[in-house]
């Protein structure tokens, strides 16, 4: 089992910045892919963003590509997503995602067992 916890959301104007957290605890992290999902209100799931265990190849979502970047520290157990000149329709809850290693660092949301409890990103106008 690998346990996840988001942190970093709030309520931001658009065109701000915010840094979300991942911290895993459980089976060693860099084991394991992750990714970060959102879901909008009356939307379903999307994929945002994706990394290896190594952090050696990553995916970002065209929609959001040039302003939001996955990365990882294997040392802190953590993932990070940063998020650069928000806007209104980049509000959502934002999960992260964990799967045992995959070449596919990205996958459907089914393909992730394991699932943070979310965080809200509200991106005022």
């Known amino acids: 089992q690998v346990q996840l916890v988001e942190s970093g959301g709030g309520l931001v104007q658009a065109g701000d910045s915010l840094r979300l957290s991942c911290a895993a605890s459980g089976r060693p992290f860099p084991n394991y892919n992750m990714a970060w999902f959102r879901q909008a209100p009356g939307k379903e799931r999307e994929f945002v963003a994706g990394i290896t265990w190594t952090g050696y190849r990553t995916s970002v979502a065209a929609t959001v590509r040039g302003r939001f970047f996955i990365s990882r520290d294997n040392n802190k157990y953590t993932g990070y997503l940063q998020m650069n000149s928000l806007k209104a329709e980049d509000t959502a809850v934002y999960y992260c995602?964990?799967?045992?290693?995959?070449?596919?660092?990205?996958?459907?949301?089914?393909?992730?067992?394991?699932w943070g409890q979310g965080t809200q990103v509200t991106v005022s106008s």
């Open positions: 995602a964990a799967k045992m290693m995959d070449t596919d660092v990205e996958g459907a949301s089914s393909d992730y067992p394991y």
